[in-house]
């Protein structure tokens, strides 16, 4: 099994919602990450988990807050978001051992519409 | 902090051309990686190289570590090989070039 999974797809929520993104990997990774990614732009890293633990936050503000319940989920809950946090929200996982020719495999993407 | 460059931003090409898209970046690394992104989709990792060339069915990926420089060459271009394609370099925190948006025409 080399596939990330990732629900929902689509998301739409208003300012006051509380929603949670999900994401699932199989694949005895031990790096799960998330990115957020505008139309034609490149991801950006949001978050980093290595061993189950935040290794790296990208100064992410706090109304996106990540979980790692276990080494397979991850989940981004997501609070009082603004219209500018509508994106493309990816999930990726990694072997974990950090170095270059860690290649990430990617799932397909949550479409977070936030009116 | 690499740079990573790509060109070109946007390329349309007939069904059966050859492709080429390049990558330089600004600091010496161990490896790069392509990927694609179909319009609305996730992203599929292509290629790892640390040096020479990978090939792949109809995708060919080569880089010199000395000039910097990698490229995607997709051989008998075909219209599902639209997309996005994406060079990156790093590892936790990788960097990405700006992407190159190929559309083929049948």
């Known amino acids: 099994d080399t596939e990330v999974t990732q629900t929902p797809k689509h998301l739409v929520m208003g300012m006051t919602n509380k929603k949670s993104l999900k994401c699932e990997q199989h694949m005895g990774h031990r790096a799960m990450y998330w990115y957020k990614q505008k139309a034609k732009k490149p991801p950006e890293l949001m978050f980093v988990?290595?061993?189950?633990?935040?290794?790296i936050n990208e100064s992410v503000p706090s109304r996106f807050s990540p979980e790692c319940p276990n080494s397979s989920l991850l989940n981004l809950h997501l609070h009082a978001l603004q219209p500018e946090d509508s994106a493309l929200y990816l999930c990726?996982?990694?072997?974990?051992?950090?170095?270059?020719?860690?290649?990430?495999?990617f799932g397909p993407g949550t479409r977070l519409t936030v009116l | 902090k690499n740079e990573v460059e790509q060109s070109p931003q946007n390329l349309t090409a007939q069904e059966g051309e050859f492709i080429t898209i390049n990558c330089s970046y600004s600091?010496?690394?161990?490896?790069l990686h392509w990927l694609q992104q179909h319009p609305g989709g996730g992203i599929v990792s292509l290629f790892m190289?640390?040096?020479g060339k990978k090939k792949h069915g109809r995708l060919i990926a080569t880089i010199n570590i000395q000039e910097k420089h990698s490229s995607l060459h997709i051989t008998a271009s075909h219209p599902r090989d639209s997309a996005v394609y994406i060079c990156a370099v790093g590892g936790e925190k990788l960097t990405f070039g700006t992407g190159t948006r190929l559309t083929i025409i049948p």
């Open positions: 990726a996982s990694s072997q974990g051992h950090g170095g270059s020719t860690d290649t990430q495999y």
């Open positions: 190289l640390s040096s």
């Open positions: 988990y290595s061993y189950e633990k935040l290794s």
């Open positions: 600091v010496g690394i161990s490896a």
